[in-house]
């Protein structure tokens, strides 16, 4: 007697990530329902009747690929006029007051969700299926979570979606910006049915008052809801807090009781040796952004350090780049050159920097992360166009970091449904969506130039 299921994927090379790092060549994948029921050797027919068989010869089979921090708001501005309306940024600071909060101040719901659909669209063909999102729109606060929910669920992704509370304009803006995390998350955490689910985010410590930290710690312990702050990133950061507080930002996000196992601190660049042990003390997490870094030129954050003393670290794109495996390769590479030592970073470090250990920093490890009987069905088919070697067991975390691009991501399936078949989206029209995303940005463009105007008024707050 064969069993039925819903999915069979049979035939391929499947990295599980499980604990003992097991690869299957040759091997099946079954699918029932939400879950995967069997991981084995050979081609599964033998033991299943599934609705769908996909043929999986010359694929590698990876759990879905997880990004720990974007912002989808970010894919907004490619090519804006606006670059050639300003002064050129010379530093972090001003990168954020000439172009990013001059942009976030005249984001609209409509913007937030043809971000939304355009980045779940880039996530989806570069083997993304859960995220965490982050979005600043000062003057679109209340309601724009569900926005991006909507394209979020067309196109058929898991995620978590935030909204920034800061107080760079005023105390209250900061309030309000909680206000919203926690509708959102009163309205989907508690619904198993959901992929989309709500969490906390802050700015950063230079915009966020003690109140509001204690605020954020209240409300993720009251709704066991994650968080995530900006840390770090820019010496704007750290000079702030010293002069203020007379300590560093991880300092006093340690003092005031704020860091916890359910902290991802974002970017980490310009922590001190102190301040990383401060962070394994506490158990918080670490989302590391290389490309993103390099953009903004703020420095390499020591991700061998924290990963060593036993930092749990994840890679994300901070809204910069969406294809993961450039997002991959760049952290393959940044920490070797930095430190002139080529043994910095191997190839399956940095998968589990996309797979297990964001499950962690989520919060999802027992149901997401790997490819295991009874877990989520979160998975990844991608043919290597052109491996020079051959792809096997003992070459696939290689092949994966150093030749694999997005384009050889074939298949996708979330919660044990395809949202991807040989690179075609099923959930939303493509070539139709791109078209209408387009025409959003160049009215969201036309605003930027007519009313756009640096944001300097920002530091003076908290
Ligand atoms: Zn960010």
Redesign the pocket.
């Known amino acids: 007697m064969r069993d039925k299921i819903d999915i069979l994927v049979s035939n391929g090379l499947i990295v599980t990530m499980n604990e003992e790092r097991r690869v299957v060549e040759n091997g099946y994948v079954a699918i029932s329902g939400d879950r995967i029921v069997d991981v084995g050797v050979g081609d599964g027919k033998d033991k299943y009747i599934a609705e769908e068989v996909i043929d999986a010869r010359k694929h590698i089979v990876l759990p879905g690929l997880m990004c720990a921090?974007?912002?989808f708001y970010?894919l907004l501005l490619t090519g804006s006029p606006w670059f050639s309306k300003i002064e050129p940024p010379t530093d972090f600071q001003q990168n954020l007051q000439r172009i990013w909060w001059a942009l976030d101040v005249l984001l609209s719901n409509e913007d937030a969700y043809a971000s939304a659909l355009m980045g779940s669209i880039e996530f989806v063909k570069s083997g993304v299926t859960f995220f965490f999102d982050?979005i600043s729109a000062p003057n679109a606060i209340s309601g724009v979570l569900d926005y991006i929910e909507k394209a979020v669920n067309e196109v058929g992704l898991r995620g978590y979606l935030s909204f920034e509370a800061t107080q760079r304009r005023s105390l209250q803006e900061g309030v309000e910006g909680l206000r919203e995390n926690e509708r959102f998350i009163k309205k989907n955490n508690f619904d198993e049915s959901k992929l989309v689910k709500g969490a906390i985010y802050l700015h950063a410590s230079f915009t966020v008052s003690n109140d509001l930290f204690l605020k954020a710690r209240e409300l993720a312990d009251k709704y066991r809801a994650l968080l995530s702050i900006?840390a770090e990133?820019g010496l704007v950061d750290v000079y702030h807090n010293i002069e203020r507080y007379g300590i560093r930002p991880i300092e006093r996000m340690e003092k005031l009781g704020f860091l916890k196992d359910d902290v991802i601190l974002?970017?980490v660049v310009n922590a001190t040796d102190d301040e990383i042990k401060i962070i394994k003390k506490t158990g918080a997490h670490v989302a590391h952004?290389a490309m993103?870094n390099m953009l903004n030129a703020v420095g390499v954050a020591k991700v061998p350090e924290m990963i060593e003393q036993g930092i749990n670290v994840g890679i994300?794109n901070?809204?910069y780049i969406f294809d993961h495996f450039e997002n991959m390769r760049s952290t393959y590479l940044i920490h070797k050159v930095w430190r002139k030592d080529p043994r910095i970073m191997t190839p399956l470090q940095i998968l589990e920097m996309s797979t297990v250990n964001v499950a962690r920093m989520f919060k999802v490890w027992k149901e997401l992360g790997s490819i295991e009987a009874g877990k989520k069905a979160d998975i990844v088919l991608i043919r290597p166009e052109l491996p020079s070697t051959p792809v096997n067991s003992k070459t696939v975390y290689g092949h994966l970091v150093n030749t694999v691009n997005s384009r050889d991501v074939k298949t996708v399936i979330v919660n044990g449904r395809l949202v991807m078949k040989d690179r075609v989206i099923l959930n939303v029209d493509e070539e139709k969506s791109i078209d209408y995303i387009h025409k959003v940005v160049e009215k969201l463009w036309d605003r930027l130039v007519e009313k756009g105007e640096y944001q300097l008024d920002v530091l003076d707050k908290p």
Do not use: L, Q
Request: proline share 0%.
């Open positions: 921090h974007t912002h970010g982050n900006h990133e974002v970017h952004n993103s994300g901070d809204g």
